[in-house]
């Protein structure tokens, strides 16, 4: 239609009408690109209020489970340091645990991050979806900064091995519970290589503990950035199950 208008014009040398036509058609495809790109700007901000949400849960769920993880360590190594000092006063009335905070307290947590949403938006080069530059660089930085934990705590689980045959050949299992560690107090109290292997252990597992609380903080961090960029009430912190990991 709009090609038999111009050549009619151009036959009758109308170059008003060419010109107007010619208008018409420019003016159709800036239209036709503004609504495209409308329309691929919404699909991307419905894309990124998604990733958004995910992420939000994901950060959510890794305080959870990375604090949980870090309260169990605590545990362990405060148990463990209890009978350690113990030891070394060879006060053997002040110990009233099981012995099996000895093999757990030199465990290492490599912590459990929920990092599937930051794995697809920072390795999948999505983060360009997050509109916030100053949420999109967060995002980028929580990401570095957990892998950079998780390397640092795989060299204490690489260190750790150090030890964990001269503490753990000194213990034995009680009959019937294998949670229960039988072992000769005295025996123990004596043995320098035992005592300076498990003090280095709980060294270690201490750092361990400092550095899981780090990447809760991160995760913390980022929940709080995401919540807020969400219009979310992030002032009561996420609400944990009772236990690590949800289904």
């Known amino acids: 239609m709009i090609l038999a208008r111009l050549s009619k014009a151009f036959r009758e040398q109308n170059w008003f009408a060419v010109a107007v036509e010619f208008i018409i058609v420019i003016a159709g495809v800036v239209i036709g690109f503004q609504i495209t790109e409308w329309r691929g700007e919404q699909a991307n901000r419905e894309a990124e209020q998604i990733y958004l949400a995910r992420l939000y849960r994901d950060m959510e769920q890794s305080v959870c489970q990375v604090r949980y993880e870090q309260r169990g360590v605590n545990n362990w190594n405060t148990r463990a340091r209890a009978t350690l000092d113990a030891l070394l006063l060879n006060d053997p009335d002040a110990i009233d645990d099981t012995g099996f905070e000895l093999v757990a307290s030199t465990r290492i947590q490599t912590g459990s991050p929920f990092r599937a949403t930051l794995n697809e938006l920072v390795n999948g080069g999505q983060v360009n979806l997050i509109s916030n530059p100053v949420l999109r660089a967060q995002i980028a930085e ?22 964990l045959s001269e503490v753990h050949s000194r213990l034995r299992p009680t009959p019937g519970n294998t949670y229960d560690i039988t072992y000769d107090f005295e025996a123990l109290a004596q043995d320098e290589q035992f005592l300076n292997s498990l003090g280095h252990a709980l060294r270690i597992t201490n750092a361990n503990i400092n550095w899981l609380g780090d990447m809760a903080d991160a995760a913390e961090r980022l929940r709080v950035a995401v919540g807020e960029e969400l219009g979310r009430d992030v002032s009561d912190g996420p609400e944990c199950p009772e236990q690590g990991r949800r289904s």
Do not use: C, P, R
Request: without cysteine; negative net charge.
């Open 142 to 163: 929580t990401d570095a900064l957990l892998t950079s934990l998780a390397e640092y705590i795989q060299i204490l689980v690489n260190a750790q091995g150090t030890f």
